[in-house]
């Protein structure tokens, strides 16, 4: 079997021709009904449409703070796509687009706004649009999202249909007169809590043109016209421009409201007569294809003043005014979005008062949690996609950690450092401050993650050390950290050399912080012997069950009882900060815990007790780095039994904690080099 027709094989084979036919479902009218007598779903405005196809990717509910309950919607981390477009660290915010949205479906007035996402550059408002257009274009394609337009067949070829240019609800074509006695028939015996049929809107002018001149042929006979009438499924696509729409502010002098209104069609004038006949219009605007989805406008408020007019009317009205017709319905989702300078114009402009009356506002920040952060980083720098390249443990972190800091504002509390908030923000708790406190942080710092850097700054700066470092199989923390202190002489962003200044500081703090870390994993990795851990362990807990006992331990090389070693219950305790005033706590602390775990038949652990094991931890390493001799690196100079030493560390290094041979071998001569400092500094 040839390639070729192995992979026409593959794909014959995975066809779902059920599904196409459904798809392309084309019946009568009364098939219609009949469809929305069964399933009144397909007779949906757009924004119940839309809040559905959010709801049907499910949610999950947990406690952010005590008793603040938080919704985080599974459709925006983008599960159809693998998570490409999945938007992190931002649920409060989706949570209150997502409850603007339900609020419009329920008609409580929201869906005469226009949904307005405000926020900086880069912080995820177009992903957040495109996730929603993404998203409807596929929820319509499946059975629960489906929904259909009419068509006219001509008159002259039967077997050609006219389709509605704005594909709108066939139950536009039921009289006004009719409609209350039409939806009280389709809705007959649902009960309060389900979706009822409701008919909103009128014809738009092509159709009504088209159902004018056949109740004329007809002579007034209804039930003759609607045999003229085909009903068909349509799926949203905006690259086949149905359903979607997406305006982009151009400049002033090429702006022309028909983008969004649609206009004249010159060439059929002669054919029809009139310039007013509407079938020598093009009704292809912007807001004539989104109708029946969403419209998106890119930058909104950059828009020229007669396109506010335009957006005013269709977002109270639902209508829009295409040139020599009459006001047509629409019905779609409108969203815009806008930065803050921007918007901060809006604010400050008397004449724009109409639009920021109709306008709901959505903050969407930059991501104020550290672990957010990273994950927006490892969604674009992971082994799949940086291939042939390493990226150093805590590479990724430290780029992530600059960036956060940049957006916290100075905590007014004197005792607390911009980076003991982005840890207390990341849930790492500090002693002396609780959840309320952390809370109170949040409201004092009202433009928080409203400035500060982007993250496509900081994807620019790891690309930038990927490509730079071609010699190195490696990039680590430094090398991004140094591409994004360059990087900063040139930011556009950047207008004040006190801003640069700041953020060079807080380099310098995201620097000292890395140091901290790598030189605990190395004295991890150095202390990572077991049995070593063990007996260090077994030690110090007969010492202090003794002196919690007051009693005395025996000697295990002289058979004697001796006091309880003081000497060595403090240098471990020390480790971990115990003061010599709660010792006695501590210690009792550590027999009742391990007498809890006994009682619920558990074996102690040391490494259960996350405490006991750092200080464990740190003991082992101070006792056993002079036997490895760190600081000889640095001179190159290691005799064998040494550098047996050092390679067990660094594959501990590559085993526990990530690294590879080179960002390993860099690492262990980083953290060498500075105990060397700290040597010549005791000297």
């Known amino acids: 079997m040839n390639v070729g027709h192995s992979i026409i094989s593959l794909v014959a ?33 757009a924004f119940q449409r839309v809040y559905d196809m959010i709801q049907s990717y499910g949610s999950d509910v947990y406690e952010e703070s005590r008793g603040e309950r938080r919704v985080s919607y599974r459709f925006f981390q983008d599960p159809d796509n693998g998570g490409r477009d999945a938007v992190f660290g931002l649920d409060e915010s989706l949570e209150a687009f997502v409850n603007a949205i339900k609020s419009a479906a329920k008609g409580y007035g929201i869906e005469k706004r226009v949904l307005l996402l405000h926020g900086p550059v880069g912080s995820s408002k177009s992903t957040i649009a495109r996730l929603l257009k993404r998203g409807l274009e596929r929820y319509t394609t499946t059975d629960e999202g489906a929904l259909y337009t009419l068509g006219w067949i001509d ?29 009280a028939s389709l809705n ?18 092509f159709c009504r043109f088209m159902y004018t001149e056949r109740l004329k042929k007809y002579g007034g006979d209804w039930t003759r016209v609607i045999q003229d009438i085909r ?20 400049d002033e002098k090429n702006q022309d409201s028909t983008e969004l209104t649609g206009d004249i069609n010159y060439r059929k004038i002669a054919q029809y007569g009139s310039d007013s006949d509407p079938r020598a219009f093009n009704f292809d605007g912007e807001f004539n294809v989104a109708n029946r989805g969403i419209i998106e406008f890119i930058e909104v408020l950059k828009l020229d003043v007669a396109f506010l007019y335009d957006l005013l009317g269709a977002s109270q009205e639902h209508k829009v005014k295409p040139k020599k017709f009459a006001q047509t319905d629409i019905d779609e989702v ?28 959505i903050d969407v920040p930059y991501v104020t949690r550290l672990s957010d952060e990273i994950r927006i980083y490892e969604k674009d720098y992971n082994r799949e996609k940086v291939k042939g390249k390493h990226i150093a443990p805590h590479t990724i972190e430290m780029a992530a950690m600059w960036a956060v800091l940049t957006r916290l504002e100075q905590p007014n509390n004197a005792s607390l450092t911009l980076l003991q908030k982005l840890k207390l923000y990341n849930g790492k708790t500090l002693p002396g401050f609780t959840e309320e406190n952390i809370k109170e942080l949040r409201e004092e710092a009202i433009t928080e993650g409203l400035h500060g850097i982007s993250p496509r700054y900081v994807q620019d700066k790891i690309s930038n050390a990927l490509v730079v470092h071609l010699d190195s199989q490696s990039i680590n923390p430094f090398m991004v950290l140094n591409e994004l202190e360059a990087g900063l002489k040139h930011h556009s962003l950047i207008t004040s050399e006190e801003t640069r200044s700041r953020y060079r500081e807080m380099l310098g703090v995201v620097k000292e912080e890395y140091e901290n870390i790598v030189k605990n994993e190395v004295q991890r990795a150095i202390a990572a012997d077991e049995d070593a851990l063990k007996r260090l362990c077994g030690n110090y807990i007969d010492n202090v069950k003794a002196y919690t006992q007051r009693e005395k331990v025996r000697n295990k090389f002289t058979g004697q009882y001796d006091e309880p070693d003081e000497r060595l219950m403090r240098s471990i305790e020390e480790k971990i900060d115990i003061p010599e005033s709660r010792k006695d706590d501590f210690r009792r602390e550590i027999m009742n ?24 931890q740190l003991k082992l390493f101070e006792d056993q780095k002079d036997t490895i001799k760190l600081t000889s690196l640095v001179s190159q100079v290691v005799d064998k039994d040494t550098q047996a030493k050092i390679d067990v560390v660094k594959g501990r290094l590559i085993r526990d904690f990530g690294y590879d041979e080179e960002s390993a071998t860099d690492v262990l001569n980083y953290v060498a080099s500075i105990f060397a400092r700290g040597d010549v500094k005791r000297k």
């Open 155 to 183: 008159e002259e070829s039967p077997e050609d249909v006219h389709w509605c240019p704005m594909h709108e609800e066939p139950l536009h074509l039921i009289p006004e007169r009719f409609r209350d006695d039409v939806t």
């Open 231 to 250: 009903v068909k499924r349509i799926v949203l696509n905006e690259q086949d421009r149905i359903g979607i729409g997406t305006f982009q502010p151009k």
């Open 188 to 205: 007959e015996g649902r009960d309060d809590d389900g979706y009822k049929v409701k008919i909103v809107g009128d014809l738009c002018p």
């Open 593 to 616: 815990y391990i007498a809890a775990q006994l009682m619920d038949g558990k074996m102690f652990d040391y490494r259960s007790n996350e405490r006991l094991y750092k200080a464990l």
């Open 334 to 361: 409108i969203i815009g979005h806008t930065n803050e300078p921007e918007y901060r114009r809006l604010q400050n402009n008397e004449f724009m008062e109409a639009l920021r009356d109709r306008t709901v506002k």
């Open 13 to 45: 084979n995975r066809q779902d021709l059920e599904q196409f036919r459904k798809k392309n479902w084309t019946g009568t009218f009364e098939e219609y009904l009949d469809l929305v007598r069964t399933s009144p779903l397909v007779a949906r405005n």
